[in-house]
């Protein structure tokens, strides 16, 4: 399984862990959407151009919770925003 692979299902375990000052500083909220937008921007290339079968068991059991973690905030957000 290629590293970055690897990196971008811990930057966004780490995303989903760490409050946003602990992890980017009193900038953290504008840094953490950056860095989410380019690790899923990067994750959605893979996938439309995987042409050699690269998307296997083990590599979608890696990402999946990461993943479901991320849209489940994204999910919380909206919903407080509505509120």
Do not use: N
Not at 8 to 21: D, F, K
């Amino acid at each position: 399984m290629p590293i970055y692979v690897k990196q971008a299902a811990h930057l966004l375990q780490m995303c989903h862990q760490s409050s946003t000052e602990e992890f980017f500083g009193t900038e953290g909220q504008a840094q953490q959407l950056t860095l989410l937008q380019w690790v899923m921007q990067s994750l959605l290339q893979v996938f439309t151009h995987d042409r050699q079968r690269f998307v296997k068991q083990e590599t979608f059991d890696l990402l999946m919770q990461p993943l479901v973690d991320q849209v489940k905030i994204l999910i919380q957000q909206l919903i407080l925003s509505d509120s």
